[in-house]
């Protein structure tokens, strides 16, 4: 079974450096999006994208954060400037319509920022 | 915006013992309601999603009810089993966005 794939799976950063986090989507998934989760606290939404735009953000995805589908197959999150506070699990997520239908997560990349 | 809140935040029972979480949502346009099960570090899988047009979806040992009157939804599991155990999330969706619960630690002891 196809799944959503995310590397790396473990990223430790200076604060202010910049981390680019990556993630393949399944394959004939056309909607793609970040979430994260803070140790022990709920998921929350960052960005969803669609045909190479934003679809929808939250407040958390400021100007610090990017998103980007520079190929067929990546979708990356780019973080300018990390804060103590960006230290999270990220994970990326891919479905294949948009209203009603199952969003599939892939296995996280947990950001460490010191 | 929407804002999601899951109850309780632990729930122990024993094998073969049913368990219910439940959720409440605020934004009355939210339609599509998905269950997601987080095994200990690793990814959240769907077991299980209602749309808003339907009050009750059963798969197995699974169920979800939807009360929209109410803005009130719940997850059933019956017969609980020791790979039961897990943090449970509900989520709530208006288009694609999914705004999640705090998650229900599940343990089953067997």
């Known amino acids: 079974e196809p799944e959503v794939t995310q590397t790396p799976s473990h990223q430790v950063t200076q604060m202010g450096q910049e981390v680019i986090l990556r993630c393949v989507p399944i394959?004939?998934?056309?909607?793609f999006y970040w979430y994260r989760q803070i140790l022990g606290q709920k998921v929350e939404f960052l960005v969803s994208?669609?045909?190479?735009?934003?679809?929808?953000k939250s407040e958390i995805f400021d100007d610090q954060f990017s998103v980007e589908r520079p190929d067929g197959s990546n979708f990356t999150l780019k973080i300018r400037s990390t804060k103590l506070e960006d230290s999270a699990m990220y994970f990326c997520?891919?479905?294949?319509?948009?209203?009603?239908?199952?969003?599939?997560f892939g296995p996280g990349t947990r950001l460490t920022v010191l | 915006g929407e804002n999601v809140e899951q109850h309780p935040s632990t729930l122990s029972v024993q094998e073969g013992d049913s368990a219910v979480i439940k959720c409440t949502y605020s934004?009355?346009?939210?339609?599509?309601f998905p269950w997601y099960k987080q095994e200990l570090g690793k990814r959240p899988q769907l077991i299980i999603d209602?749309?808003?047009?339907?009050g009750e979806k059963k798969d197995q040992r699974i169920a979800v009810t939807l009360n929209k009157t109410a803005k009130h939804f719940s997850l059933h599991i019956t017969e609980t089993q020791p790979e039961d155990s897990a943090v449970y999330f509900c989520?709530?969706?208006?288009?694609?966005?999914?705004?999640f619960g705090k998650g229900t630690m599940l343990l089953v002891s067997p």
């Open positions: 989520a709530a969706s208006i288009y694609s966005t999914l705004t």
């Open positions: 394959s004939n998934h056309l909607y």
């Open positions: 994208f669609y045909n190479n735009e934003i679809s929808e």
């Open positions: 209602i749309r808003s047009n339907v």
């Open positions: 934004d009355s346009a939210s339609n599509y």
């Open positions: 997520a891919s479905s294949r319509e948009s209203s009603y239908n199952e969003q599939f």
